[in-house]
């Protein structure tokens, strides 16, 4: 019996768990992935972080197949739509505990005919350049 992907359960799950501690829920997207749509000026090296709590993105829902928003980049207001199977984890800004998920055969790289993929740009939402990181809890 084939059974559907875990990842949308468990971004739900850790998105409310982060929610509960009082931490502020970050994805990790693969902004290259077919269907994605994040601003392109704020991705680094094929990714992005998108800061996901309820102060930062109106309208969010956390579907089966994507997640999408409302937020503002730079104040310009922005819909953002990421397929379930492009977001690559989910961390709390403040401590980075959350989950990184195998990468479904996705490879990072630029669309073709972009206007200049090696262009510098701004690393996440907050100017953090903080990356996730796990730990082992007994």
Known sequence: MTMTSSR???????????????????????????????????????????????SAVQDIFIRNESVDFDGRFAGIPKRVYVPITAVMGIYAKENGQGMIFEADGINPQPPTGSDDPGKPSVSPIDGEKKKPSLRVVK
Request: proline share 9%; glycine share 4%.
């Open 8 to 54: 949308p359960f468990l971004v739900r799950a850790l998105y409310d768990w982060i929610l509960e501690n009082d931490c502020t829920p970050y994805i990790l997207v693969n902004a290259y992935a077919d269907g994605v749509e994040v601003p392109q000026e704020h991705v680094k090296d094929g990714q992005i972080v998108l800061n996901i709590s309820p």
